[in-house]
């Protein structure tokens, strides 16, 4: 049967994923220490130069270190990620549990909010909010969390709704808990495994969200660099030839998203038997 | 292998070789390019056509190639460039009107409207459509509606006469210098009021939703085709009353990334691109040597500056504003931001403007002479600013930086805030700007036109500083229809020396106006309002 | 429950979520900062001709009252006007939705054509090379940002081999667009016969194409892979083996049928994707659709299209799940009875 086998390769990728998560969060909250240069100090002398033993990623049209650059934004886009999840996480978890539990008009008000939320593409929402907002990065998280909600919303209020029914929570109330208590008690552990699950994978979609919004300027607004933002200032220089202002900032995402997911799949696998698909 | 494989894998096969097949096949030209044919590259749309309004710069383009005016700018060869025409102060050529003349001491302007010019629907252009053009100008809704009173003194409508089928007349209340460059404005283009009255509604008497889409003047191009984002197409007008030009086809093409402009002249595949700026500095120099494209470039009057709202602090500190001044490394914006493309600004009154003077500025990059300022100004600790640059402006975004790093140096602590053009007008406006780096470009070359526009405690929505000094406004009144040339210009350098002492302004540059095109382009012409019209433009 | 019945069910959730959206997207505009009737008067219009235009729009009325003129508007196809082409949105709209949707179906012909046969051989030939290089497309092609991919696409097919066009929209500068019958280029030059222009359409196709379709292939590869496991592993899979149908023709007849029936349930899915990625597409090769005007007004906060342009966005994609469900509950009973 291949299926050991195949486990193992697994987890050696999603060990090498969680590594990568782990660089990536270390460089980010070490970024002033690590990063051999600042990266918003010109340098007119080198710019737009290609990859060298002093510019390891390359220096841009002001002459600034891409390495130092691309360290930085990590920051901002790690941080970005995770507070939308947050948010998303906690408001959705709240909300759900919330019309899980009520039932009624409180449930059906919620779901039809969440409905509508989910009606459409979560880029195509964000992307409407962070221009209604205004580009500011705070409004960016709020933009991403609020496309996540709905997520997390049907998750918890699914679980909510099977607990509810369970002996368990029956047994629970004849003995005199009381309902705040069962939810709290019995109900959560059922629920933190999918939303751990979830909230990995949300991950990485928050930070392909950033990125793109950032990429078509509605983001992160420069000079703070952000790895979609900055792939966007390189993309005009594709056509020219300098093609290392593109290609780091955009194996940044790809290579953190990836990992994140990879971690995602695996905690799946392994937290949470009844949603694995056939691999 | 099951018939529906095949089918697959056949549909894979001919994708490909269509794929391999498009990309080893250069398309061959078609009848589109050919010689007669000027193909333009930009990055604007026609948001009006409406000549008395404030429209993008793809609308004013338009309506300075299809709409004619009474009277034109007149265009000189420059010296050394051939090729190449360029404006000089108050000359004037016979567009419309074949002639003109002056009464009561140049109080009342009388045109004589030529005969033969017809408008495209068949009706003969006379004075009756030169009153209709003023009267709507004064009335509709747009940009002439302030200029007319302030500028020439035209209160009412009766103001413009009709003498005969083809002699029209302007009544100012007093002469008026800036008059006859007023006429010239492309705002004031004629149009054929037979075509605008017929579609003049109850809520719109002056058919403005109509000619915010459609052409109704006389000009040497028509517009036949407007696709927003893709492209707009001009062509040459039959029967227009001056001879046919060169150019029967203009194409302007709608090209959104600078980068794709500039591999479009490399590989000659536009003639030029225009726009404000249509290129950055840094590639207008990247392009000098190149083979086949000649770069052109002429001093203009449009003004960058350094906006500091005077009308809350810090910067209704005179001593502050002064700081600020020699604070500014102009000596190294010129070169890394303008590439030589911008001259310093040394007077708040452009240097190709009659007037000015650039003797009368002491300011020049000195952090020590800026910081005692500073310190005398009262100013303690960091002070927080938000400086606001509009996006797509490369030269602002990249001199902000630089701006930011030395206002640093003497006590502020800059946060860079980019806006869009919109959001940035509006915030402007209500006066929600602390620092913003501000343009300005006067078609009426001037220095009161100037002078009223950016300084006037009345000129609300353009004088973005919200400076407000009596001396200079009773200055201004006073002078804006001085007739005596003498009296005019001398009190020109006394609102400047007023001006620059009060540091009004954190004082940045003059541009360069540049364009790149094909080296076989001739007959550019650059006129005050800088808008491109082709009429004269040939191949040689 | 019958189909009749089925549908009627469906349309009926439907109502409530269309008219969420309408919510939404009124309430995204009415948050935008600005006041439209100050940008469409003008900058140096008088404080009177502001508000009287302020009245015409409806601004100076509560909310509510607002809420109900934008939905009667609607009703009447008026979905404002732009203020930076100066027309109404709805003709906006006609001029651009050709130039996506050609973009959108030569996508979904490249993702299917390749991602379909992909995630088919992979399942066939199990953890094979095929297969792990199949899967790892799939997992490092959702990770891939489509903006990232197509400029690559770009410096390797424009820059370094010179095969794909500069990224400078639909066709060449100098080729005339053929006549406009559907608005899709490519269809409308081999219908009046235009070599040229047909392969400068085709041409320039190319890299946008691949690049959304590219974005798009991954969960397709994927399902298809997993469905097609699911099929080969079932027993009414192995029993026709034991009875001796011959191998091939029980994989790519009967069993690839029924796996491409799950596949349907994953287009609602790929709409999603395909929206998101037309608008990032669009800007990296200036192409002139949705997407980019979407992006332009976005940027320059032109009220009229951004909430056009997001309530057809969330129009289609409630149309294509309701599609996506009906034709579901078509294909599968049992469906029906949730």
């Not at chain 2, 009709?162 to 302007?170: E, G, Q």
């Amino acid at each position: 049967m291949p299926w050991p086998w195949r486990r193992l390769a697994r987890n050696r990728l999603s060990f090498a994923a969680l590594g990568a998560i782990l660089v990536v969060t270390v460089a980010a909250l070490l970024a002033p220490w690590l990063a051999p240069y600042d990266p918003d100090e010109p340098d007119a002398a080198a710019a737009l130069a290609s990859i060298s033993v002093r510019h390891p990623l390359g220096t841009d049209l002001y002459g600034r270190d891409q390495l130092s650059r691309l360290i930085h934004a990590g920051r901002v886009d790690l941080l970005v990620a995770l507070s939308a999840t947050a948010i998303a996480l906690t408001l959705g978890a709240t909300l759900g549990a919330g019309a899980g539990y009520r039932g009624g008009w409180v449930d059906h008000l919620v779901m039809r909010g969440v409905d509508a939320v989910m009606a459409f593409p979560a880029f195509i929402l964000a992307l409407a909010i962070t221009a209604a907002l205004g580009n500011s990065t705070a409004n960016v998280v709020a933009a991403i969390a609020l496309t996540h909600v709905p997520i997390y919303t049907r998750l918890i209020r699914g679980e909510m709704l099977k607990a509810r029914e369970t002996e368990y929570a029956e047994a629970a109330r004849t003995v005199g808990n009381r309902p705040h208590q069962i939810l709290l008690y019995h109900l959560f552990p059922n629920c933190v495994p999918p939303l751990i699950v979830q909230a990995t994978l949300a991950m990485g979609f928050a930070i392909l969200t950033v990125a793109a919004l950032s990429f078509i300027g509605l983001g992160i607004q420069p000079p703070q660099s952000e790895w979609g933002q900055m792939t966007a200032e390189g993309a005009g220089y594709v056509v020219s030839g300098e093609w290392w202002l593109v290609l780091f900032p955009g194996l940044a995402i790809m290579l953190t998203v990836l990992a994140f997911n990879l971690v995602g799949d695996t905690l799946r696998d392994l937290l949470d038997p009844r949603m694995r698909g056939v691999r | 292998m099951s018939p529906r494989m095949d089918r697959r894998s056949f549909l894979k096969g001919t994708v490909g070789v269509a794929a391999i097949g498009a990309a080893g096949v250069r398309p061959r030209r078609s009848q589109a390019q050919d010689k007669r044919t000027l193909v333009v590259a930009w990055d604007t749309d026609i948001d009006t056509l409406d000549p008395a309004h404030f429209k993008a710069i793809g609308g004013y383009v338009t309506v300075a190639n299809c709409y004619d005016t009474l009277i034109g700018w007149k265009v000189r060869p420059i010296k050394d460039k051939p090729g190449f025409f360029r404006s000089q102060p108050a000359e004037w050529d016979p567009m419309i009107a074949e002639s003109w003349s002056t009464e009561r001491d140049g109080a009342t302007l009388v045109f004589k409207i030529r005969k033969g010019a017809t408008f495209p629907s068949g009706r003969p252009v006379t004075a009756h459509a030169a009153k209709y053009c003023f009267d709507r100008g004064l009335q509709s809704p747009g940009y002439m509606r302030l200029v007319i009173p302030s500028l020439i003194q035209v209160k009412s409508p009766d103001q413009f006469e009709v003498r005969d089928d083809y002699t029209f007349a302007i009544k100012m209340d007093a002469p008026s210098p800036m008059a006859l460059d007023v006429v010239t404005l492309s705002n004031n283009a004629i149009i054929d009021p037979e075509e605008a009255k017929a579609r003049a509604t109850k809520d719109d008497p002056w058919a403005g939703e109509w000619l915010k889409r459609n052409v109704a003047g006389v000009g040497p191009y028509h517009l036949v085709k407007n696709e927003p984002g893709v492209e707009v197409v001009l062509e040459s007008t039959k029967g227009y009353w001056r001879p046919e030009p060169y150019f029967s086809r203009i194409v302007l093409k709608f090209v959104p990334n600078e980068a794709d402009r500039v591999l479009l002249l490399k590989k000659k595949a536009i003639d030029m691109v225009v726009g404000r700026p249509g290129l950055s500095p840094k590639n207008v120099k990247s392009l000098e040597g190149e083979q086949g494209l000649r770069v052109f470039q002429v001093p203009d009057t449009t003004c960058h500056w350094l906006c500091m709202n005077g009308s809350k602090p810090p910067f209704d500190n005179t001593l502050v504003r002064q700081a600020v001044n020699y604070a500014i490394p102009i000596q190294a914006i010129l070169p890394n931001v303008l590439f030589g493309y911008g001259t310093q600004m040394k007077s708040p009154v452009p240097h190709v403007t009659p007037g000015h003077s650039g003797t009368l500025s002491p300011y020049k990059h000195d952090l020590e002479k800026a910081k005692a300022l500073m310190k005398e100004g009262g100013v303690k600790g960091t002070i927080p600013v938000d400086l606001a640059v509009r996006v797509g402006y490369t030269t602002h975004e990249a001199a902000s930086v630089w701006i930011q790093r030395e206002l640093e140096k003497i006590g502020f602590k800059v946060n860079i805030v980019r806006e869009t053009d919109a959001t940035f007008r509006q915030l402007a406006i209500k006066g929600g700007h602390g620092l913003s780096l501000e343009s300005f470009q006067s078609w009426v070359n001037d220095p009161w036109y100037h002078l009223v526009f950016n300084f006037h405690t009345k000129s609300k929505f353009t004088n973005a500083s919200f400076y407000s000094n009596p001396i200079l406004d009773k200055l201004i009144d006073e002078s804006m229809h001085e007739t005596n040339s003498e009296k005019r210009l001398g009190a020109a350098l006394v609102a400047q020396k007023i001006l620059i002492d009060d540091a009004v302004w954190g004082f940045l540059w003059y541009d360069s106006w540049t364009r790149v095109m094909k080296a076989d382009l001739s007959g550019i012409e650059k006129r005050w309002d800088t808008f491109e019209r082709y009429y004269a433009a040939k191949r040689t | 429950m019958g189909f009749g019945r089925y549908v009627l069910h469906r349309l009926l959730l439907v109502a409530p979520t269309l008219f969420g959206v309408t919510l939404i997207s009124f309430t995204l505009v009415y948050v935008l900062p600005g006041n439209p009737a100050l940008v469409k008067a003008g900058s140096l219009a008088t404080p009177e001709h502001v508000a009287a235009i302020e009245r015409q729009m409806g601004l100076d009325r509560p909310i509510h009252v607002q809420y109900w003129r934008y939905l009667t508007g609607l009703l009447r196809a008026d979905l404002g006007e732009s203020s930076s082409t100066g027309r109404p949105v709805l003709e906006d709209f006609r001029q651009r939705v050709p130039a996506t949707l050609e973009l959108t179906l030569a996508s979904l012909l490249v993702a299917a054509a390749i991602g379909i046969p992909l995630g088919v051989l992979s399942a066939v030939h199990r953890d094979t090379a095929l297969d792990h290089a199949s899967r790892l497309l799939g997992v490092g092609g959702v990770a891939m940002p489509s903006f990232w991919t197509g400029l690559l696409l770009l410096y390797v097919f424009f820059y370094l081999l010179g095969v794909a066009p500069p990224p400078l929209g639909r066709i060449a500068a100098d080729v005339l667009p053929p006549t406009r019958l559907t608005g899709l280029y490519v269809i409308d030059a081999a219908l009046t016969g235009h070599g040229t222009a047909l392969l400068s359409a085709l041409h320039h196709l190319m890299l946008p194409a691949l690049t959304l379709g590219f974005a798009v292939m991954a969960p397709l590869t994927r399902m298809v892979r997993a469905t097609m496991l699911e099929i080969l592993e079932s027993d009414y899979v192995k029993a026709a083996w034991a009875a001796g149908l011959p191998r091939r023709r029980v994989i790519y007849g009967d069993a690839l049928r029924n796996a491409l029936i799950p596949v349907i349930t994953l287009l609602g899915v790929i709409f999603g994707f395909l929206m998101a990625g037309n608008v990032v597409v669009e800007m990296v090769f200036a192409w002139p659709g949705l997407g980019h005007y979407a992006v332009t007004s976005l940027v320059t906060k032109d009220a009229g299209p951004i909430q056009s342009f997001v309530l057809f966005v969330a129009v289609m994609y409630v149309l294509v799940n309701l599609t996506v469900d009906l034709l579901y509950g078509l294909a599968d009973p049992r469906i029906r009875l949730r």
